[in-house]
T-cell receptor
Framework: DAGVTQSPTHLIKTRGQHVTLRCSPI?????VSWYQQVLGQGPQFIFQ???????GRGNFPDRFSARQFPNYSSELNVNALLLGDSALYLC?????????????FGPGTRLTVT | QQQVKQSPQSLIVQKGGISIINCAYE??????FPWYQQFPGKGPALLIA?????SEKKEGRFTISFNKSAKQFSLHIMDSQPGDSATYFC?????????FGTGTSLTVIP
């Protein structure tokens, strides 16, 4: 079975630009969560989507937005990029969006903002 | 505010030894406590997880000990191997929203 997939693998952007990251969950999983992992830190929760609805949002500015599609894949959008947005962006999928359940991570997208 | 506090930040263990990583939390609404292993350049991989109605869970060389009253849980890696060298993260979840510790870099010396 395919695990969580993310694209692109790496991305270099300039300050002020916009970026879109994509995620496909494990087949049968309906919940997708996004995390930001700065080097040397643990993943920080950004968003959770379940059944195409936002179920949770972490302490991130409105420049960050996301959505989930009918096939349960998801996009994370970041506007007006700052140098501090440079990080590994992780997507995780799980079966449930309401009860705590096993969550599986993708390989991540490494975003570098110059 | 860090919802889950993890220690130590780094750990060096001899091959065959026991690696112990500790985590503490405050939010009693947390109902699921997983541990993840992460290698450089990779996403975190789920190792083992426990729910608060159980005090211990063992899977192979990995054991979680859970102390509900103290709001603490720990990961024990028995017979540590060089291949276990990685960063380990504890996490806690409520409503399927996860909060991670800051990570422990484990080095197992041959």
């Amino acid at each position: 079975d395919a695990g969580v997939t993310q694209s692109p693998t790496h991305l270099i952007k300039t300050r002020g630009q916009h970026v879109t990251l994509r995620c496909s969950p494990i087949s049968g999983h309906k919940s997708v969560s996004w995390y930001q992992q700065v080097l040397g830190q643990g993943p920080q929760f950004i968003f959770q989507y379940y059944e195409k609805e936002e179920r949770g949002r972490g302490n991130f500015p409105d420049r960050f937005s996301a959505r989930q599609f009918p096939n349960y894949s998801s996009e994370l959008n970041v506007n007006a990029l700052l140098l501090g947005d440079s990080a590994l962006y992780l997507c995780a999928s799980s079966f449930s969006g309401t009860d705590s359940h096993e969550q599986y991570f993708g390989p991540g997208t490494r975003l570098t903002v110059t | 505010q860090q919802q889950v506090k993890q220690s130590p930040q780094s750990l060096i263990v001899q091959k065959g030894g026991i690696s112990i990583i500790n985590c503490a939390y405050e939010n009693t609404a947390f109902d699921y406590f997983p541990w993840y292993q992460q290698f450089p350049g990779k996403g975190p991989a789920l190792l083992i997880a426990i729910r608060p109605d159980v005090s211990e869970k063992k899977e192979g060389r990995f054991t979680i000990s859970f102390n509900k009253s103290a709001k603490q849980f720990s990961l024990h890696i028995m017979d540590s191997q060089p291949g276990d060298s990685a960063t380990y993260f504890c996490a806690a979840s409520t409503g399927n929203q996860f909060y991670f510790g800051t990570g422990t870099s484990l080095t197992v010396i041959p």
